[in-house]
């Protein structure tokens, strides 16, 4: 029995017991150097063709691990992602936090369906772009590759997007497992955490795409408990596979995940990628000498692989090259940029007529900025900048220089002659923030402090501000008489104290993707109406948020504590400069007649929004729970959110809203064990921050 004959008769039954005797009939055809072969990646030969063809070195073609020709077994092929498929030239959708800002997690849905065809259609069969990681300090050089800081959103977003790829037959690879949430020391700090914040705030949303069904999960680079997280027990097998149930596979993260086979493969770590290097034959074969290893380890990390590739065979459909950058896929990008594009500022500039006289400047005017070179970077050749998009829309449209500044070096007061304060124009768009030299995935094994870290591309954020030159810039236009409205690049938050009252209008941009720049025009016009929220919180300062320095000496170390973002800010009594949750709009909404009632799975809450203005718009109810005192008088966060639902509501009407949270939602996490709390506190409004303005009592006994 070959690999089609297994995977017919697999289909044929639902029985999950002669399911398994299938999947390990086919397992027992293997020889031992075929098993072994079976666990690791075999890419060298395709990334020498690829970069004597392209010059690039990652991932132009699926990147496969495993397989067995004899018994036609396909390997596992392999695309990065979450900003779209890496492969080739494919459609660069908004980055994963873009996304998140839209709080509308169906929006997610279909950009998985339109990420598995441009992966299928390209050959591969697994989606390594499912990164879930919470932000837990903005700092963290891959906020864009996530869904931002709060649990709930995150395995909302991630559930999503699992369920869509897999409806077509791709594999969902959901990473990274676990506590990844600081890039520049990922290959060594070592992080501290109690049970209780380990499985209430940074595991609910892994579990979440557990449980709907996720075939592949990748281990992380860090240290847990002092083992790295691709030979931890207590991760791969204990919670993931005991508690969870899962029984897909785990694959390592790349390169340098894995330290010792035997550890790894004792832990459950199934797949080593993207290269053969401890898993080799060679390795393997002298753990079994040595009885290390027993064969059945082996068996067991070859079953767990044979079982997501035989469920996803009957799925998965050949897609034409077509559809990669198709139309639909680019009008997509489109939508998920205008949906996500966030509103902080307006004091009456915006929307602009298209008859106004703009000025587009900065560093970022006219540059295709997606997001960082690493891993996740995808290659669109067709990516509108702002000043493409902008100039589609305002007739008058000047380009006042790619530069923040005049050369500083010839001009003493560069801010002051620089083209941008010279240029005629009655609104200057400043595109300023980040790109990835200053952010993203950082390749260089370090042994610096953050702080003293040569930037050389990617990485931690070493600052959570404007640069001097571009807050100078901001300042300039506004003592120039010129409306300035400041566009903001970045994969999370920037603090604005110190420019903010020289801005009529501050629009958080993002990395809006290869229709970014089409996106912004639109909202700036009004053309589409502003609709995103914030999926982090915008701090006063950076001190309002955890530590991001690791303590003690190698490994290095850091504590990740129960409190971060807005349980951190309700915990200390402290205000956000914008709230979690928090997105202005071209209308005016109106939350009314919220009830709260018990439903037999949890809580309902109704309520209506009510369009005031007379725009039509969009608007996102967020319900939010919070415990009214532990039995035993634990600690609780004063509030986290539990539901969300975006409706779009006309001018001058009003929609009906129902938000149901399960009572599993409302749990906390004691002494191994989920419990309930007596009574609970539930809070309703359009951010986390308003939604403290309408609090509804609840008992649960």
């Known amino acids: 029995m070959d690999y089609r004959e297994a995977a017919a008769q697999y289909q044929k039954t639902e029985d999950e017991n002669r399911r398994e005797e299938i999947l390990q009939s086919l397992r027992k055809q293997m020889s031992l150097k075929e098993k072994i072969y079976m666990l690791s990646g075999h890419p060298i030969a395709q990334i020498q063709r690829d970069l004597i063809k392209t010059g690039r070195n990652y991932n132009v073609h699926a990147l496969p691990g495993g397989g067995c020709k004899r018994l036609g077994i396909p390997p596992v092929l392999f695309t990065d992602g979450p900003r779209g498929v890496v492969m080739g030239e494919s459609t660069c959708f908004p980055s994963s936090m873009v996304r998140a800002s839209s709080f509308d997690p169906s929006l997610e849905y279909r950009v998985g369906k339109a990420i598995a065809d441009e992966a299928i259609a390209q050959g591969a069969n697994l989606f390594a772009g499912v990164c879930i990681n919470l932000v837990r300090n903005p700092r963290w050089g891959r906020t864009q590759e996530s869904y931002g800081e709060d649990p709930f959103l995150l395995g909302e977003f991630g559930r999503s997007l699992t369920v869509s790829l897999q409806e077509e037959g791709v594999i969902a690879c959901v990473k990274h497992f676990a506590l990844n949430s600081m890039e520049d020391l990922r290959f060594y700090v070592d992080v501290h955490i109690d049970d209780r914040a380990l499985h209430e705030v940074y595991l609910p949303h892994f579990k979440k795409c557990v449980d709907a069904g996720a075939q592949s999960i990748m281990g992380a680079y860090n240290r847990y408990e002092e083992y790295h997280c691709c030979e931890n027990k207590k991760l791969l ?226 600052r959570l501000r404007l640069s001097r030159e571009e807050v100078d810039l901001i300042k300039g236009l506004k003592k120039a008489g010129k409306k300035v409205v400041a566009v903001l690049f970045s994969g999370c938050a920037i603090l604005v104290d110190e420019w903010k009252e020289y801005a009529d209008a501050i629009v958080m941009n993002y990395y809006a993707g290869c229709e970014g720049g089409r996106a912004l025009a639109n909202l700036l016009s009004g053309a589409k109406n502003f609709s995103g929220h914030l999926p982090f919180t915008v701090a006063k300062k950076e001190e309002d948020y955890p530590s991001f320095k690791y303590i003690g000496d190698k490994p290095y170390e850091i504590t990740y504590g129960y409190y971060h973002g807005y349980t951190l800010l309700d915990k200390e009594g402290k205000d956000a400069a914008y709230s979690f949750g928090y997105g202005k709009s071209y209308t005016d909404f109106a939350l009314e007649d919220v009830e709260v009632s018990r439903d037999p799975d949890g809580v309902l809450v109704r309520a209506t929004v009510r369009n005031t203005g007379s725009v039509d718009g969009a608007q996102v109810v967020q319900v939010y729970a919070g415990s009214n005192g532990a039995a035993d008088g634990a600690d609780r966060p004063v509030k986290l959110l539990k539901g969300i639902a975006r409706v779009e509501v006309p001018a001058g009407e009003e929609k009906a809203v129902e938000i149901r949270i399960p009572t599993e939602e409302l749990r906390f996490w004691d002494r191994g064990e989920w419990i309930l709390d007596p009574a609970y506190t539930i809070y309703t409004g359009f951010d986390s921050r308003q939604a403290m303005d309408c609090a509804r009592e609840l008992e649960l006994n």
């Open 237 to 462: 097998t204990d919670i993931l596979r005991r508690e969870w149930g899962f029984d897909g596979f785990v694959m390592s993260d790349f390169v340098w995940g894995v330290y010792n086979a035997e550890h790894s493969l004792r832990a459950g770590l199934d797949l080593e990628m993207m290269f053969t290097m401890k898993y080799s034959e060679g390795n393997i074969r002298k753990c079994l000498k040595k009885g290390l290893l027993n064969e059945e380890h082996i068996d067991r990390a070859v079953d767990n692989i044979l079982r997501a590739l035989l469920r996803m065979e009957p799925k998965i459909r050949k897609r034409p090259m077509s559809v990669v950058r198709s139309k639909e896929h680019r009008a997509l990008a489109l939508e998920a940029a205008e949906k996500g594009m966030v509103l902080l500022e307006n004091n009456g500039v915006l929307p602009l007529a298209k008859d106004t006289p703009v000025i587009v400047c900065g560093p970022y005017a006219d540059v295709a900025n997606t997001g960082d070179h690493g891993s996740s970077r995808v290659y669109d050749p067709e990516v509108v900048t702002p000043y493409q998009g902008l100039r589609e829309v305002f007739a008058k449209t000047t380009l006042a220089g790619a530069s923040n500044t005049a050369n500083p070096k010839k001009d003493p007061k560069p801010v002051e002659n620089s083209a941008a304060i010279r240029a005629e124009g009655d609104v200057a768009v400043v595109c300023v923030g980040f790109d990835y030299k200053g952010e993203g995935e950082y390749f260089v094994n370090t042994n610096y402090a953050l702080t003293e870290k040569p930037k050389d591309g990617g990485g931690d954020r070493l």
